[in-house]
């Protein structure tokens, strides 16, 4: 199956624990019409997960996978799929041509994010190769943590 991975399964090191046989198709496919969100919690990750959600004239950059049927079942358990993620099937533009790929979507996301842990935030950085893309995402990650700060000064 195509498999566009926006979040930790971008980073090729991360991803070849679940998927070794898995290949890279293209290193920076666009999902038009969602953002990037940190909308679930992870006991595993110490923090908010990654996910995608409409919005109107934003993208989520993701690497364009392709996992052959045998590693597929891994990944729904890496997933949590259908129970935490479930499939979603979407159009991504990989140089100039559009690709139909299954990737996951939180089941019950929460109504606000979560920073993500620093160990979690560095294996989704570290799987992105658009560096504009890069920074934007840090800067989202920065300002989730900056409001988790302040929030917790309030409530201390």
Known sequence: MFYFAYGSCMNERDFRR???TAQVLYEDA???????AFNGHSAHRNGGVANIVPARGHTVHG???YVPDHE????????GAPYVYHHKLVQVRCCGMWEEAVTYQLVNPLPYEV???HEYTQIILDGIVNPVYRRKI???IAQLQKEENAYGAIGA
């Not at 597929?72 to 997933?79: F, G, H, I, P, V």
């Open 30 to 36: 666009i999902l038009f019409g969602y953002r990037l």
């Open 63 to 65: 690497v364009l996978w």
């Open 18 to 20: 679940t998927c070794p």
């Open 115 to 117: 920073a993500p842990s």
């Open 72 to 79: 597929a079942k891994r990944l729904d358990r890496r997933e």
């Open 138 to 140: 840090e800067q989202h």
